[in-house]
Every structure is written in C-alpha cells, then in structure tokens.
C-alpha cells in the first residue's frame, strides 16, 4: 500500500474475508490471536486503575515476545533484515491496538477496494 489508509483499508479487507474461512485450523489460530490481544489491551487499560492487571499484562506480553521473536529471528534473517528487530518492542503499542481495531472492524463494516465499496454481508 502507498499510504497509511491504503494499509489499513488493506488490512480491513483481509479481515473481512476471514467469514469464508472454512478451515478449522485457520479460524483456531485466528480467533486465539484476536482474543489473545484483545485481552492483552484489556489488561493494560485496566492496568490503569488496578495495578493487578499490569502483571497479567506483562506475563501475556512476555509469553507473545517468547513466541514472536524465534520466527521474526528466522524470517528477518532470511530476508535480511535483522536490523529491524530493535523495532519489536516499540512497534508492539500500535500493533496490539491494531489487531484488536483491525479484527472488529473488518468483521463489522465495509471497506473500499479499487474504487469499489463493500459492505459486510450478513452470514
């Protein structure tokens, strides 16, 4: 995408399609890693007003570094493009968000795609 509205609108649309998933396996991984960050947000923002929640907070954000980083470290060696690793950590206060807008919203309204809009279809 050219801009940062391409990329969302992008990614809204990739979301959207997630409804004619029929593969068990894919709509698993999918729904976990939309709840896992959900709850991920969730625990932060209430980290706020109960300090409690931060601990779940970092104990999930720990298990997803212990996740990621393995495949990043392959992938981004692969590519040849170790340097951006440093980025991970920063990166993770607009992914996070991210996921959680990306995955309701794509479920929830339409999008534009090559002039064309489309709106979410009733299953």
Same mark, same amino acid.
């Given at each position: 995408?050219?801009?940062?509205?391409a990329?969302?609108?992008?990614?809204? $649309?990739?979301?959207?399609?997630s409804?004619?998933?029929a593969?068990?396996?894919t709509?698993?991984?999918?729904?976990v890693?939309?709840?896992?960050?959900l709850?991920?947000l969730?625990?932060?923002v209430a980290?706020?007003f109960h300090?409690?929640?931060?601990?779940?907070?970092?104990?999930?954000?720990a298990?997803?570094?212990?996740?990621d980083?393995?495949?990043l470290?392959?992938?981004?060696?692969?590519?040849?493009?170790? $340097?951006?690793?440093?980025?991970?950590?920063?990166?993770?206060a607009?992914?996070?968000?991210?996921?959680?807008?990306a995955g309701?919203?794509?479920?929830?309204?339409?999008?534009?795609?090559?002039?064309?809009k489309k709106?979410?279809?009733e299953?």
């Open positions: 995408p050219r801009n940062l509205p990329f969302i609108n992008q990614r809204l $649309r990739w979301v959207s399609k409804r004619g998933y593969d068990p396996a709509i698993t991984t999918s729904l890693i939309f709840v896992f960050h709850f991920l969730v625990f932060l980290g706020c300090p409690v929640f931060l601990t779940s907070f970092f104990i999930m954000l298990v997803k570094l212990i996740a980083i393995p495949i470290h392959a992938v981004s060696g692969f590519m040849g493009q170790k $340097r951006l690793l440093w980025y991970y950590l920063p990166v993770q607009i992914y996070i968000p991210f996921v959680v807008f309701l919203a794509g479920n929830l309204r339409g999008y534009s795609w090559k002039g064309r709106r979410r279809k299953a």
